[in-house]
């Protein structure tokens, strides 16, 4: 429900949907900065073509918790993009996997934050 508000309030609905190819995917692996050890996530190519005929082509990386992480080459998956510039797209599942780390790694923060601040409030109780 709220995704379609969203999808509304910034015209995503207005946009022209479309079929597009998983080109290439790609796993890679960086270092994780939270955990230290190994991430793993997938670079993806998409390919559409516009309401001219011509190519458009998008690259976007999934960690390995997201739906479109599966995504391998030759695969299809809905997207929208803009009429009035073809080479911006706007695919749901790559908002919702974005928006799902994003939350996670806020949730890491304030348990982080929150118990320094509990640690603090019992150094301070103890010296008073």
Not at 11 to 20: F, L, V
Not at 39 to 45: E, K, L, N, P, Q
């Amino acid at each position: 429900m709220l995704i379609e508000i969203w999808e509304r309030l910034r015209g995503y609905d207005k946009w022209i949907q479309t079929e597009a190819t998983v080109e290439s995917s790609k796993v890679e692996e960086t270092l994780d900065s939270e955990s230290g050890g190994i991430a793993y996530s997938s670079g993806d190519v998409l390919v559409w073509m516009d309401q001219q005929g011509e190519h458009q082509r998008a690259y976007f990386t999934v960690p390995d918790d997201s739906p479109l992480y599966q995504l391998v080459e030759g695969a299809t998956i809905t997207i929208r993009f803009n009429p009035a510039d073809p080479d911006q797209y706007y695919l749901r599942e790559l908002l919702q996997s974005r928006i799902h780390t994003a939350v996670g790694r806020a949730i890491v923060i304030l348990l982080f934050v929150g118990f320094f601040v509990v640690c603090w409030l019992g150094v301070r109780r103890e010296s008073h």
